[in-house]
């Protein structure tokens, strides 16, 4: 548990937060990237699907079709809550 002070409209607020994922980054989880194909062979054309982590309103396309994107690369801007969120890529590709 860690201990904050915050202020909501000038009063003062003490708030314990428990640190639930510490070694992992405070985005979208991401799943392990895919193994290359073997030299000489064509990859395979795979279909991902991207998930929110939350229901909320694209306000941003990161990319164009036919991109390469890479592990992580911020996809769109997804507005939830009144807060943006960037919805990375679970694979390269």
């Known amino acids: ?3 904050f002070r915050i202020k909501v409209n000038g009063k003062a607020y ?3 937060v428990e640190e639930v994922l510490t070694d992992r980054p405070r985005s979208a989880p991401r799943p392990p990237a895919p193994e290359p194909p073997s030299s ?3 990859a395979k054309e795979e279909k991902t699907e ?3 982590p939350m229901p909320g ?3 941003s396309v990161r990319v164009k079709v036919g991109e390469t994107v890479q ?3 911020a996809l769109v801007v997804l507005e939830a809550m009144k807060m943006e969120n960037e919805i990375p890529s679970p694979v390269a590709g």
């Open 40 to 42: 000489g062979a064509r």
């Open 57 to 59: 309103t694209i306000i």
């Open 71 to 73: 592990l992580g690369q």
């Open 1 to 3: 548990m860690r201990k």
């Open 14 to 16: 003490e708030v314990d």
């Open 50 to 52: 991207v998930k929110a």
